[in-house]
């Protein structure tokens, strides 16, 4: 079984819905990241979790909630989405451990395209 | 804010040859890492580089890192068709926890 998991993997909506992209894991790590990448732009930080009561916003957060509810599991938000959010979603865990050294480990991705 | 550049962009080169793929980045840096990407895929990790002067490598791929000229290398020896990938490079902002990445290289490895 993977160890990061995305759901939906795949997700078309319109302008104005709200869409929720779920991630969980099962590697015990309590640092959980949301990026977002577009093609020639590499992965931009969305949101970021260091635990359940630590969420730090990245460079691109605005248009964008999160909410972690337990260690292994962090939500993506789209209040009201719009086709510029168009793009292929990551999830990524790490661990601050010295033996894995920040590692980070990356779900499958959500392709979310809107309408 | 963190900078990272990787060049080239795009490189497509013929099986057998050899090719460097760089990675600078603005401000100091406590550790760099290199990942690949496969068309509609995740990111695996290939090496991670700790220290000024680390080398790693894996079969045909070796990444270095150079603290003081904020630069790493990842050197393709030999290529061959399956390392057709996008790759790209990290870096981590220990103190804010924060990892910046390249916008990516897409290297095509022609048969």
Avoid at chain 1, 89 to 100: H, I, K, P, R, V
Avoid at chain 2, 21 to 44: A, F, M
Wanted: aromatic fraction near 12%; charge should be positive.
């Amino acid at each position: 079984d993977a160890d990061v998991t995305q759901t939906p993997r795949n997700r078309i909506t319109k302008t104005g819905k709200r869409i929720m992209l779920e991630c969980s894991q099962t590697k015990g790590h309590d640092r959980m990241y949301w990026y977002r990448q577009d093609p020639g732009l590499g992965l931009r930080l969305i949101y970021y979790s260091f635990d359940v009561k630590d969420i730090n916003k990245g460079e691109i957060s605005d248009g964008y909630s999160v909410s972690r509810q337990a260690q292994a599991k962090f939500s993506l938000s789209l209040e009201s989405a719009i086709p510029n959010q168009t793009a292929l979603y990551f999830c990524a865990t790490s661990d601050l451990g010295s033996a894995s050294y920040n590692e980070q480990f990356f779900g499958p991705g959500t392709r979310l395209t809107v309408l | 804010e963190l900078k990272v550049e990787q060049n080239p962009l795009f490189l497509s080169m013929q099986e057998g040859k050899n090719y460097t793929i760089y990675c600078n980045y603005s401000t100091t840096s406590d550790r760099l890492y290199w990942y690949r990407q496969d068309p509609g895929k995740s990111l695996e990790s290939l090496f991670v580089l700790l220290s000024n002067g680390a080398v790693k490598q894996e079969g045909r791929l070796m990444a270095s890192l150079d603290t003081k000229a904020r630069l790493s290398t990842l050197h393709i020896t030999a290529a061959v068709h399956d390392l057709s990938a996008t790759y790209f490079c990290a870096v981590l902002r220990y103190n804010f926890n924060k990892f910046y990445f390249g916008s990516g290289t897409k290297l095509n490895v022609k048969p």
